[in-house]
């Protein structure tokens, strides 16, 4: 776990920062600098930072998934002898027996998970913010942020986790044994073929358990950021945290 959380962070401002900077570009595309933002402004938005963030945590991803499939066969009691010797050294030798895209292997679909998953973060937050706020729109306490947030991470992994699990086949495919997937879609049908389409939701309650804490806290720093960095109170361009 250790190279991707030294990369979660900069993961985080990828995504953030894209999707604060594409909500701005759409305003002043519109001409409408000053309005609130649109719900397909935020869902478009959402799924550029998704696709942007891709482009930085992928390698860390591969290589997290790498070496939990090599600890897992530890653990079964499999004789072999154990690959990679920790991160750097995975990661080391990707580059050296796969060439520098192999540790971008199973991008695609994770694309095709962050994309969707990040369009439904980001409107669910903006959404039950809205909700919560009301017609007043009056600024949110920390509990309303933190339910928003929280929320807001269930509904990204239940559009996320299918495509979570096709990355994560293509990404040790070909590792411990003979290449099954000639690529993205061929993975796809031969993972219904087999395993029938249940098996896609299959972890979707322990990232329920997982989202919810976790994106509270990311949403609450977020609100709490840049409350500290906003020059102009008036320029706010989503609900405010007021801390009581």
């Known amino acids: 776990m250790a190279l991707p959380v030294s990369t979660v962070s900069m993961t985080s401002s990828v995504a953030f920062g894209t999707y604060r900077n594409c909500l701005q570009s759409l305003k002043q595309i519109r001409g409408a600098d000053k309005d609130p933002d649109t719900k397909l402004d935020v869902l478009l938005s959402g799924l550029a930072a998704g696709i942007a963030q891709t482009s930085v945590m992928s390698p860390g991803d591969t290589v997290k ?6 600890t897992e066969s530890k653990r079964r009691g499999t004789n072999i002898k154990l690959k990679y010797t920790g991160p750097i050294n995975c990661l080391l030798v990707i580059v050296k027996e796969e060439g520098f895209m192999g540790l971008y292997r199973g ?41 928003a947030g ?3 991470g269930m509904a990204a992994w239940t559009i996320g986790t299918p495509m979570d699990v096709i990355k994560a086949r293509m990404q040790i495919d070909g590792v411990r044994e003979t290449k099954r997937y000639k690529g993205f879609l061929h993975c796809f049908a031969e993972t219904v073929r087999v395993e029938g389409g249940s098996v896609f939701f299959r972890s979707l309650g322990i990232s329920w358990l997982r989202a919810f804490p976790v994106n509270m806290v990311v949403f609450l720093t977020y609100e709490v950021l840049i409350g500290f960095l906003q020059a102009a109170p008036e320029s706010v361009d989503s609900p405010r945290l007021e801390l009581e």
Do not use: H
């Open 150 to 152: 929280g929320l807001a």
């Open 107 to 147: 991008s695609l679909p994770l694309m095709l998970r962050d994309g969707p998953a990040m369009s439904t973060y980001f409107l669910t937050y903006a959404t039950i913010c809205e909700w919560l706020a009301g017609s007043s729109n009056k600024k949110l306490d920390w509990g309303g942020v933190m339910l």
């Open 65 to 70: 998934v790498r070496l939990q499939c090599q």
